[in-house]
């Protein structure tokens, strides 16, 4: 696993690297202090995770997050913040982070918030002391975090099972016009232009 850390704390990034570098999976770690050469490197895509704070100079954690998406990055991002204020986790996930932790996580949390957001899952970590703390997302989490419909989610799910637009239509007991409105709904928020492709992505997003 190739992990990207950004913070402008040094002794913070030490730390942290010395925790990953002890991880039999983790095959090499960069640190940067800034947002804007952390976007250069993800927009390269030859990572396979990031650890960012939201305090960042030159580019901060929020418009890392932005301009990643524009680019429609598909490194996984992790939120690792002092803040607890509610309105930066909401925003952090709405941006398209996998997981918001606090930095008073422990060694073994932050490892196993690692472990699960490169399986592809959305986790929330409250800040206690146990791993018991750390919240994995549903999928109506998931959706909500794409701008998703539930109907939208259902759909999606049931194209993931193969059906067609007409089974579907059968299924939810609605129109094929309406399957098929769902569907470019769906093209349009993945921003994909096929079933297979918008499949992908969203595994590659992190919908189980």
């Given at each position: 696993?190739?992990?990207?850390?950004?913070?402008?704390?040094?002794?913070?990034?030490?730390?942290?690297?010395?925790?990953?570098?002890?991880?039999?999976?983790?095959?090499?770690?960069?640190?940067v202090n800034n947002g804007r050469d952390a976007c250069a490197l993800l927009k390269s895509g030859a990572f396979d995770i990031a650890?960012?704070?939201?305090?960042?100079?030159?580019?901060?954690?929020?418009?890392?997050?932005?301009?990643?998406?524009?680019?429609?990055?598909?490194?996984?991002?992790?939120?690792?913040?002092?803040?607890?204020?509610?309105?930066?986790?909401?925003?952090?996930?709405?941006?398209?982070?996998?997981?918001?932790?606090?930095?008073?996580?422990?060694?073994?949390?932050?490892?196993?918030?690692?472990?699960?957001?490169?399986?592809?899952?959305?986790?929330?970590?409250?800040?206690?002391?146990?791993?018991?703390?750390?919240?994995?997302?549903?999928?109506?989490?998931?959706?909500?975090?794409?701008?998703?419909?539930?109907?939208?989610?259902?759909?999606?799910?049931?194209?993931?099972?193969?059906?067609?637009?007409?089974?579907?239509?059968?299924?939810?007991?609605?129109?094929?016009?309406?399957?098929?409105?769902?569907?470019?709904?769906?093209?349009?928020?993945?921003?994909?232009?096929?079933?297979?492709?918008?499949?992908?992505?969203?595994?590659?997003?992190?919908?189980?």
């Amino acid at each position: 696993m190739k992990i990207l850390l950004v913070d402008d704390h040094q002794l913070f990034l030490d730390g942290l690297t010395s925790l990953l570098a002890a991880s039999e999976r983790v095959e090499s770690i960069l640190t940067v202090n800034n947002g804007r050469d952390a976007c250069a490197l993800l927009k390269s895509g030859a990572f396979d995770i990031a650890l960012i704070d939201l305090r960042l100079p030159i580019m901060d954690g929020f418009s890392l997050l932005e301009a990643l998406s524009r680019a429609h990055s598909l490194v996984p991002v992790i939120v690792v913040s002092a803040s607890r204020d509610p309105d930066d986790i909401r925003r952090a996930f709405e941006l398209g982070a996998m997981s918001f932790i606090p930095k008073s996580s422990t060694g073994q949390q932050i490892l196993e918030t690692i472990e699960a957001v490169s399986k592809g899952e959305l986790v929330y970590q409250s800040g206690g002391d146990s791993a018991g703390d750390a919240h994995q997302f549903s999928s109506e989490d998931w959706a909500a975090q794409h701008n998703m419909t539930q109907r939208q989610l259902e759909v999606l799910r049931l194209v993931r099972q193969g059906l067609s637009n007409q089974a579907i239509a059968e299924q939810l007991h609605v129109s094929l016009a309406t399957v098929k409105s769902h569907i470019s709904a769906i093209f349009q928020i993945l921003d994909t232009q096929s079933r297979s492709e918008s499949i992908k992505k969203a595994h590659q997003l992190g919908l189980d």
